[in-house]
């Protein structure tokens, strides 16, 4: 799981444009025309306090089975500064009482930068329900701008 992990991020950042993105990115390897999305996000807020601990609730949506990480689905959240010399890695643990992942990060010291956090929700679990429908490593992808006050 740990190399898949690496796998995917590897992949993920090899898509990622030297400047800073505003808006999330198509994924290409769909292995069907049929999609699962990020549904909700709660708890987030745009601008935080330096050190403030940042934690929300992912929530994702498919027609097709119930976006759990039973069915192989995962989410994992990068925090960049703009333009991107930094990173720090969420962590993400999914909660399964209230189908939704929660996402911790601390907001950055550093006032005078603006920042972004990555957030993927994807298959990440060969032989899944999720990659036997959508393939391994489908993805969708939201960009949270965020500012240090």
Known sequence: MKKLLIALLLVATSY?????????????????????EISKIEGYQEVYSAQEPIVFYLEGKSDKMDVEQANGFYVSATLYDVPRTGIQN?????????????????APTDSTKAYEIQVH??????????????????????ILPLSVR
């Open 16 to 36: 990622i444009p030297a400047i800073a993105v505003t808006t999330a990115r198509e994924y290409p390897g769909w292995k069907t025309s049929e999609r699962f």
């Open 121 to 142: 929700l994807y298959c990440g679990k060969e032989g899944s329900a999720c990659t036997g429908t959508y393939g391994l490593s489908a993805q969708k992808e939201i």
């Open 90 to 106: 969420a962590v993400v643990k999914y909660d399964p009482a209230r189908r939704a992942w929660l996402v911790k990060l601390k």
